[in-house]
């Protein structure tokens, strides 16, 4: 699984890619420059139950402990991957 992250000025989108197809993609917005609120998380059903949502969220939780930035998770799924998962909690706002 390839993850891209597309940005421009205020919002920004990983992208999950398997063998060239779309798998999933998840959504956020820029909240000043030290904040991001992730808004929307969406699986390909081909691709429901395989981790591809998780893989979203960390995407975005290593960008934000390389950019020493924190995360908003608007997103009832990246809530829940928030909540059910400890290790990567230290990004939250």
């Known amino acids: 699984m390839e993850i891209i992250h597309e940005?421009?000025?205020?919002?920004?989108?990983?992208?999950?890619?398997?063998e060239g197809r779309k798998a999933g993609e998840m959504t956020y917005s820029q909240a000043g420059t030290d904040k991001i609120i992730i808004?929307?998380?969406e699986v390909n059903p081909e691709f429901k139950g395989k981790g591809v949502g998780k893989d979203l969220v960390y995407a975005a939780v290593v960008y934000a402990r390389e950019h020493n930035i924190k995360?908003?998770?608007?997103?009832?799924?990246?809530k829940a991957t928030f909540d059910k998962n400890e290790e990567i909690q230290d990004v939250l706002f």
């Open 7 to 18: 940005k421009t000025d205020s919002k920004g989108i990983f992208i999950a890619k398997e």
């Open 39 to 41: 808004d929307h998380t």
């Open 71 to 78: 995360i908003m998770p608007l997103c009832p799924f990246a």
